[in-house]
């Protein structure tokens, strides 16, 4: 039921926002919290999973934990308007961390982070396989300034 068109209401960015803080709360926290019933919560999530706006759960760890990680920055020229569909494709690849439009020669920015470089050329290869990407440029990050 994937739709581009979905609205989210008040409650539905209340509990996009909480699971942004602890996607591992559990849907009875979740429901004191939001003041709904845990049966609200199901539903809300389970229409959001549904309709692609919600396309996983992910854990979030403190950047400097893990200094052998392989982090870089894709720059990605796509063609025609095909931007929604590539940025959906995009946001299912679990190393893809945040993806920005930007402007000039390239149409996204893509950072990517990986736990070794053959996961990360394994990345490479699924985001290059995706129709509608004419041309990337990739530059792995080296030491933080």
């Known amino acids: 039921m994937q739709n581009d068109k ?10 996009v926002s909480l699971l ?5 709360a559990s849907l009875a926290k979740l429901a004191e919290v939001l003041k709904v019933s845990r049966g609200t919560v199901q539903n809300r999530l389970d229409r ?3 309709s692609g706006t919600l396309l996983g759960f992910t854990v979030r ?8 990680q392989v982090r870089a ?3 990605i020229e796509i063609a025609g308007k095909s931007t929604a569909d590539i940025v959906r494709k995009l946001r299912g690849l679990p190393e893809v961390r945040s993806i920005h439009s930007t402007n000039g020669n390239w149409d996204l920015i ?23 990407i004419l041309n990337s440029e ?7 300034m």
């Open 110 to 132: 893509a950072e990517i982070h990986t736990g070794s470089l053959s996961e990360f050329d394994n990345v490479l290869r699924k985001v290059r396989m995706i129709d509608g």
């Open 6 to 15: 979905f609205i989210l209401d008040s409650l539905d960015h209340e509990l």
């Open 138 to 144: 990739t530059n792995l990050q080296l030491a933080a």
């Open 73 to 75: 920055i894709m720059m």
């Open 61 to 68: 760890m403190r950047e400097d934990y893990d200094n052998d």
């Open 20 to 24: 942004r803080s602890d996607g591992r």
């Open 48 to 50: 959001l999973m549904a």
